[in-house]
């Protein structure tokens, strides 16, 4: 009769850690899917998954250009850029320095085409290059636009109490400081132009493979702050200040 009733308790521990083990697995797995609805809520909220990246570029025929609607103008524009940049960074010219230069080539040009019709007595006028004012108040007032948007946004941060907005802001802009120190401004310019032209583009090809992606690193970083937290930060003992003081 023991030997049955060891027996019979031996079952119903096992029952009782088999049903507990099942239950805890199950809540973990909760857990788990519940972290990585979160996870991916959190990353299409940052990437703006609930918009198209045409809206979230701001539509119209910028974003057009940036997400390659039209291969011909996107490529013109970069390869624009490019060479610009080839130009001041890799051959060591100066703005005034191209700038007198072109100057001097078109004034060559015209000179050479005024006195060539006289001779052929020719009636075509001579091209003249005039920029529209209207081109210059556009610019001026998108760059404008710009500035104090930014100016805006930057100093809501800095006062709407939000720490973690400001530290965020601040260790951006010293990021952007180092790099900046790193290379000049033309090469930080012509980064950003490139990152513009490239990765909105790349992102709307493999957005699932990017949200996956970075569903995993953040699930891999919130698990070790779960670790981190568990090993040491739960154990930092937090004392009373009133009692300390009142002693």
Request: with cysteine.
């Amino acid at each position: 009769m023991s030997e049955k009733s060891e027996n019979a308790a031996e079952n119903l521990m096992n029952n009782i850690i088999d049903t507990v083990s099942d239950a805890v697995s199950k809540q973990k797995t909760v857990r788990f899917n519940t972290g990585e609805e979160s996870l991916s809520g959190q990353v299409n909220k940052l990437l703006g998954r609930q918009k198209s990246i045409h809206h979230v570029l701001g539509g119209g025929k910028s974003a057009d250009v940036l997400l390659w609607r039209n291969k011909k103008i996107s490529s013109s524009v970069l390869g624009a850029a490019t060479a610009l940049w080839v130009v001041f960074e890799w051959l060591d010219y100066h703005f005034l320095t191209l700038v007198s230069f072109v100057l001097v080539l078109g004034m060559v040009v015209q000179f050479l085409w005024s006195n060539a019709s006289g001779l052929l007595s020719s009636s075509r006028e001579v091209p003249r290059v005039k920029l529209p004012e209207e081109l210059f108040v556009n610019i001026g007032v998108a760059v404008g636009g710009q500035v104090n948007k930014f100016l805006d946004v930057i100093q809501e941060i800095s006062c709407g109490g939000n720490l973690k907005q400001f530290l965020i802001v601040v260790l951006s802009l010293w990021a952007a400081a180092v790099i900046g120190s790193w290379c000049n401004l033309l090469t930080v310019i012509y980064i950003g132009f490139v990152c513009a032209h490239t990765l909105p583009v790349l992102y709307e090809k493999y957005q699932d493979q990017v949200d996956d992606f970075l569903v995993a690193v953040l699930g891999l970083l919130r698990s070790q702050y779960q670790k981190l937290d568990q090993s040491v930060l739960s154990k930092i003992p937090k004392g009373n200040l009133k009692s300390k003081k009142a002693e």
